[in-house]
């Protein structure tokens, strides 16, 4: 927590850790004890600390208790509206890469009904009229998916496309 | 120089209705406030209150920042106004000099003023700056000359690994190690007190 301090007064994080940070440090004893110690240490290397310096933030927020709470509307270029549209962003990214990676499983899945079918076919194919009116139609489609130059990959889609009426076929 | 993102977000928090955010803009720049200051008026409980009028008055103002310019821009001129006012309503006229200047010298034109810093008050403060400065003059090499390169010279990380031939990761852990070391000697000099 301390060395994220660090790096937040130096700037050096991004605008999002920046953000949560000082979210987290603000009314928090130990993290703003940290914040202004290594700014005092700064005052004190800029020579911004002087002789008669004291802590005046104590004396300050207790004036400003009497006063009302600021309350604005966040502007669409502020920093924090930057920050949402940010975490929108990601949090929209991360719905859309999950929703990908399902679909991905589920369409690489074993298909547990398939399976009976694809004895069928198995069975189906064995059959010689079939594998004769299948060879045909493969040929067929063949000779005009050449013309495209995808030999290899038309056949298997052919293949796979004509599973359901292979199966159908042999029942 | 490293942009002060930190200074928009707080102001922005503040505005959202987080007043305790306040407090760490206060801490932030209350010693750079009371320099600014020092220039128009001597007297350090008089600079306090000042300092105080000037954070009120920001707090107040804050709803109208648009951050167009840099927080602490906006402060100084807060603060600049506030002393002179203060001056004003005292019948004092304010040091010609330095009015806006860059505050190299902090002295010229208060001659005149009084000193009443309490003997206890200076002591406290010197001792507390001394410790600082001591931690700092004891600091092993490296670690001091990451510290200072961002601190006075103002450098990014990555300006100070070039500078310092080393990577990134080490500038950010040594200028935390160098605080760290600084931050302790200050913690045991305040048990020292409650002692």
């Given at each position: 927590m301390n060395e994220r301090i660090s790096e937040l007064i130096d700037n050096e994080l991004d605008s999002r850790a920046c953000d949560t940070l000082l979210k987290k440090l603000a009314g928090k004893k130990a993290g703003t004890r940290k914040w202004r110690q290594y700014h005092l240490i700064g005052n004190v290397i800029?020579?911004?600390a002087g002789a008669g310096g004291v802590d005046l933030s104590e004396k300050i927020?207790?004036?400003?208790?009497?006063?009302?709470?600021?309350?604005?509307p966040v502007r669409k270029n502020s920093i924090l509206?930057?920050?949402?549209?940010?975490?929108?962003?990601?949090?929209?990214a991360v719905a859309v890469a999950a929703s990908l990676i399902l679909v991905a499983v589920i369409s690489f899945q074993p298909d547990a009904e398939n399976r009976p079918r694809t004895a069928t076919l198995t069975q189906a194919v064995m059959d010689p009229a079939l594998i004769q009116e299948f060879n045909?139609?493969?040929v067929g489609h063949g000779e005009f998916t050449a013309s495209w130059g995808l030999n290899g990959l038309a056949s298997h889609a052919k293949f796979v496309g004509n599973q359901a009426l292979m199966t159908e076929i042999a029942q | 120089m490293v942009r002060d993102e930190n200074d928009l977000a707080l102001v922005r928090h503040v505005q959202g209705g987080n007043k305790q955010a306040f407090n760490l803009l206060v801490q932030k720049y209350q010693y750079r406030v009371k320099q600014v200051v020092s220039r128009f008026v001597k007297d350090s409980a008089e600079q306090e209150d000042i300092v105080?009028?000037?954070?009120?008055?920001?707090y107040r103002a804050l709803p109208g920042f648009r951050g167009d310019s840099a927080f602490y821009t906006w402060l100084y001129r807060i603060a600049v106004n506030t002393a002179k006012n203060h001056l004003a309503a005292a019948g004092r006229r304010p040091p010609v000099q330095h009015l806006d200047g860059d505050g190299m010298d902090r002295t010229r034109g208060m001659e005149n003023l009084v000193?009443?810093?309490?003997?206890?008050a200076v002591l406290q403060n010197d001792q507390m700056i001394e410790v600082i400065r001591k931690a700092i003059h004891n600091l092993p090499e490296e670690l001091?000359?990451?510290l200072e390169l961002r601190e006075f010279d103002g450098l990014s990380y990555a300006e100070i690994a070039t500078a310092m031939d080393c990577p990134i990761g080490t500038v950010r852990s040594r200028i935390f190690r160098a605080r760290e070391v600084v931050g302790r000697a200050l913690e045991d000099l305040e048990e020292e007190k409650i002692r």
């Open positions: 800029r020579g911004e927020m207790a004036q400003l208790d009497k006063e009302p709470t600021i309350l604005i509206a930057r920050v949402r549209l940010d975490r929108f962003k990601t949090t929209g045909e139609m493969l | 105080q009028n000037t954070f009120i008055k920001a000193d009443t810093n309490s003997p206890e001091k000359e990451a």
